[in-house]
């Protein structure tokens, strides 16, 4: 998994283990840097390092990283002092500060193949925290990875042990592949990933587990009715596919569907996006991404939970044979839009698939897309957004909240309804500016019936195209992998 190949526990005194680099905790309490952990270490070890970051003015806030030669007692080439940020006294966000510290020491090593990480453990749910930040930092998009080798293996000190601790080290496995293979999907060149390639991808990925995978074409797209897809993906030479995953064991006592947006690259089609506005278009497929490999997860890790996942792909391209604002096309189940923005063109290819998911009549359906970029005016680049149900929403946050991701309860205020009115169909594809997630959101709640149901814009948070922080590295994040297979953990439990 990209260059980690070994994951072990050891109890055994940091100072004394055979390393390339030993990772310490630095906290900031009250402005004053403090070694956490340090009771693991030996007298003379604490007096060297307390003094080493006093001379070298290392603050312990979050994010910091500071190489040292190691030296002394310590049998390591290099220590590497990691900032967990002030104490939390809440679990969750404590856990967090573990895993960006973990994620930062990681994503800041290269060419150093065994890193042991000496942080505060308390419990089990702590070493996953730890285990998830270490992997998830040891990302490398596929174009950098020669240059800048990950771990090859890591080792996490620890006092907890036993099943229950090979349990977590193997559910942080298993996340943080399927983050790293989301990214991996967004990172991917357009003229690479495609409807069909991505199709393709998924069978792939799929064999030897226990998913199944179907693929309608355009043939069957327009057998089946769905008008959405259809409509996006005429203007494109790549015709749309829509992918169906099922995941089903046989103890199974509920079944969930998730939904993903796939759009692999959007122009805005005639509605044209300005070239600046393109640039980073290929991650309009995040969702999909999102969806296919908590799919996959789920599966790995024998989840007692039935999971259908939808992967709704089409290319919005600008053509002879694009579709017009102003054409009225037919969702499947019979619903009319007008397409007054073929920029809008996520929501009619998600409402396609979202009608498919609940015809199985699942307990609950939840979609996840980079649908609006009045997501990122409301909640900027960090922090997703979660509509839908009440019951459903909370679950999606809780489930956050353990996971460690961040997203923001909004509402879908009734009132915004009619600014989608058209004389011309049963719904216009855009309504009201201001509060325009929320007026997507309101769309995608036309066409999921009495489902309950969550919808999470991920718009912002799918795609990093600034400087990398903590474990989230430069293009593509993984977003929402994360809470959905810990939405799924707690659905199936």
């Not at 040292?68 to 967990?84: F, N, W």
């Not at 080792?155 to 349990?167: C, F, I, N, T």
């Not at 290819?349 to 609006?372: C, F, K, R, S």
């Not at 590295?473 to 809470?483: H, Q």
Request: aromatic share 4%.
């Amino acid at each position: 998994m990209h260059g980690v190949t070994d994951l072990t526990l050891t109890s055994k005194s940091p100072e004394r283990l055979s390393t390339d680099v030993l990772v310490v905790g630095v906290a900031d309490e009250d402005g004053k840097p403090r070694i956490e952990g340090a009771q693991a270490l030996s007298r003379t070890t604490r007096s060297s390092l307390e003094r080493a970051i006093t001379l070298l003015g290392v603050t312990g806030r979050a994010g910091e990283v500071t190489k040292i030669p190691a030296g002394g007692d310590v049998r390591a080439d290099l220590l590497l002092l990691t900032g967990t940020g002030a104490p939390a006294q809440d679990d969750q966000v404590a856990r967090e500060r573990l895993r960006r510290a973990a994620g930062a020491a990681l994503a800041g090593l290269a060419g150093s193949p065994r890193v042991s990480i000496a942080l505060p453990v308390a419990d089990t749910a702590d070493l996953q925290a730890v285990a998830e930040g270490a992997l998830l930092g040891c990302y490398r998009m596929a174009s950098a990875r020669e240059a800048h080798a990950a771990a090859r293996e890591i080792q996490l000190v620890a006092s907890p042990s036993g099943k229950a601790a090979r349990a977590a080290l193997d559910r942080a496995r298993t996340v943080a592949e399927a983050v790293h293979g989301t990214r991996d999907l967004v990172n991917l060149s357009p003229n690479v990933l495609y409807p069909e390639s991505f199709a393709t991808r998924a069978r792939d990925l799929a064999k030897g587990t226990k998913v199944k995978v179907s693929v309608l074409d355009e043939r069957a797209l327009a057998d089946g009715g769905y008008g959405g897809l259809l409509g996006v993906g005429k203007g494109s030479a790549r015709g749309p596919r829509l992918v169906r995953l099922e995941y089903r064991p046989s103890r199974a006592r509920r079944h969930v569907a998730l939904v993903g947006k796939g759009i692999t690259f959007d122009s805005g089609g005639l509605s044209l996006k300005p070239a600046k506005g393109m640039e980073t278009m290929k991650n309009d497929m995040a969702g999909a991404a999102a969806v296919l490999h908590t799919v996959l997860a789920a599966a790995r890790l024998g989840l007692p939970i039935a999971v259908t996942g939808w992967l709704a792909l089409a290319e919005n391209m600008p053509s002879g044979s694009a579709q017009r604002p102003s054409d009225v096309i037919t969702i499947r189940g019979g619903k009319t839009v007008e397409v007054l923005n073929t920029d809008a063109e996520g929501r009619l290819v998600m409402a396609d698939a979202l009608v498919a998911a609940t015809e199985e009549g699942p307990d609950a359906v939840i979609d996840i897309a980079t649908l609006t970029g009045a997501q990122m005016v409301a909640l900027g680049n960090q922090v997703s957004a979660v509509m839908g149900n009440d019951d459903v929403r909370e679950q999606v946050l809780s489930a956050a909240d353990r996971a460690g991701e961040q997203f923001w309860p909004m509402p879908l205020p009734e009132e915004l309804r009619a600014s989608m009115n058209t004389p011309m169909a049963d719904i216009a594809n855009m309504g009201e500016r201001y509060g325009g997630m929320l007026v997507a959101g309101l769309f995608l709640q036309e066409f999921v019936g009495e489902t309950p149901w969550a919808h999470l814009d991920i718009a912002g948070p799918a795609f990093n195209d600034s400087s990398p922080r903590h474990y989230v590295p430069k293009g593509g994040t993984g977003v929402g992998v994360r809470t959905l297979v810990e939405l799924l953990s707690a659905a199936s439990a």
